[in-house]
Structure formats: C-alpha cells, structure tokens
T-cell receptor, first 113, second 117 residues
Framework: SAVISQKPSRDICQRGTSLTIQCQVDSQVTMMFWYRQQPGQSLTLIATANQGSEATYESGFVIDKFPISRPNLTFSTLTVSNMSPEDSSIYLC??????????FGPGTRLLVL | AQKITQTQPGMFVQEKEAVTLDCTYDTSDPSYGLFWYKQPSSGEMIFLIYQGSYDQQNATEGRYSLNFQKARKSANLVISASQLGDSAMYFCAMREAGGNTGNQFYFGTGTSLTVIP
C-alpha cells in the first residue's frame, strides 16, 4: 500500500467560489482517481487522473466543473469550481498499481454555504 | 442493473460476536475482483479484504473473511469477534477486468454496522 494525504481535510466555502484539493502519495503509482461521496451515499467516480494528459471523466462530470491536474506520478489536484450547496460532499482520492486494489486518501469534507 | 447490491442498510451485533454483511454482484466478465472497505465516521476508506474471481479459497485477513459463492454471485464479509471499533460503514466493491474504463470500481450502497457493548 502507500501513504496518501489530502489537503485540506475539511473546508467551508461560499457558493460561487472554487476549492482545490490536493492528493499526495509517498510513492509512484500507476493510477489516481477522484471520487465524490454525497451525504449518506455511496462513492461515485468523478474521473481518472492521467499523468501528463487530460483526465478521463465519468458520465455526469465535466472538466469545466471539476478540473484535474496530475503533473507527476505522486501528486494530483481536483478543483471544485463555482460551488453550490449541492457540491457539499466528501471528496476522496485513491491510487492503484495497474489493475489492483485501490487505496484511498483520508478524504476532504466540503461544506458549501 | 446494479453491479453491487448490499441489502442491509444497518446491522447490529453484540461485542465479541460474529456478523455477516451481505453483498451480491452482477457481472458477465469472467475475471473480476471483489473488495470490502470500512469507512469510520472520520470518512476515510480503509481497505479490508480482496477476493479474485479465480481464487479457489475464500480470502481471510485477520478477523475478516470473505464468504465467496461464485455460482450465487455473492461475496459476504464475515467479521469474527466484533469489537467496538468495528462500528462503521462497510462498502462492497467490484472491479471488472474488461471494458475500457481502466480500473473502475463499482461500489454498493453500504451497510452501517453498530457494535453493541
């Protein structure tokens, strides 16, 4: 496995603003993913963060709303843009080596007022 | 159709007793992986156990075991000797080997487990 950290761990934001969440891994990983978990719900995959190229988004998620960067094999960011209260969720990054187990970061709890 | 179904929204178990959390899955892919994660109130997702579709034996990890019944497409999690710290949400997940989505996981809706002292 790996040690995965996320910043910030939680935040309270005003609607219309943007928040960038960072995910740092202590070793190089093949795959990095971003998930959203709305209150009381299961996890929904937002996108796969691709190193050196544009992220691959799942249905219902677009780059303008959730821009993602992955400049190297240990780091990725997710931005939640033009936030509304509906964006209040836990955002989790996960990592995997090839098609193996995904390991998750501690999550970022976001509340949008 | 749901890829992963967890039919127990909430479960209670007495401390030191065993508990089984149900999970059924749906796939036509002959190669797949099944996972269980624990999510305490802190929000992090903790990997517990993995079962590959071709594994002959049920996976075990300490107090966790996976009761894999391939013909019934079920992958129930058994927690033995429950502890108060086991109180959390538990998610079953599946990864299919095929498809063009890389390593996409499908998650169930989760089961909330409460361990009673």
């Amino acid at each position: 496995s790996a040690v995965i950290s996320q910043k910030p761990s939680r935040d309270i934001c005003q609607r219309g603003t943007s928040l960038t969440i960072q995910c740092q891994v202590d070793s190089q990983v093949t795959m990095m993913f971003w998930y959203r978990q709305q209150p009381g719900q299961s996890l929904t995959l937002i996108a796969t963060a691709n190193q050196g190229s544009e992220a691959t988004y799942e249905s219902g998620f677009v780059i303008d709303k959730f821009p993602i960067s992955r400049p190297n094999l240990t780091f990725s960011t997710l931005t939640v843009s033009n936030m509304s209260p509906e964006d209040s969720s836990i955002y989790l990054c996960s990592v995997a080596w090839a098609r193996e187990t995904q390991y998750f970061g501690p999550g970022t709890r976001l509340l949008v007022l | 159709a749901q890829k992963i179904t967890q039919t127990q929204p909430g479960m209670f178990v007495q401390e030191k007793e065993a508990v089984t959390l149900d999970c059924t899955y749906d796939t036509s892919d002959p190669s797949y992986g099944l996972f269980w994660y624990k999510q305490p109130s802190s929000g992090e997702m903790i990997f517990l156990i993995y079962q590959g579709s071709y594994d002959q034996q049920n996976a075990t990890e300490g107090r966790y075991s996976l009761n894999f019944q391939k013909a019934r497409k079920s992958a129930n999690l058994v927690i033995s000797a429950s502890q108060l710290g086991d109180s959390a949400m538990y998610f079953c997940a599946m990864r299919e080997a095929g498809g063009n989505t890389g390593n996409q996981f499908y998650f169930g809706t989760g089961t909330s487990l409460t361990v009673i002292p």
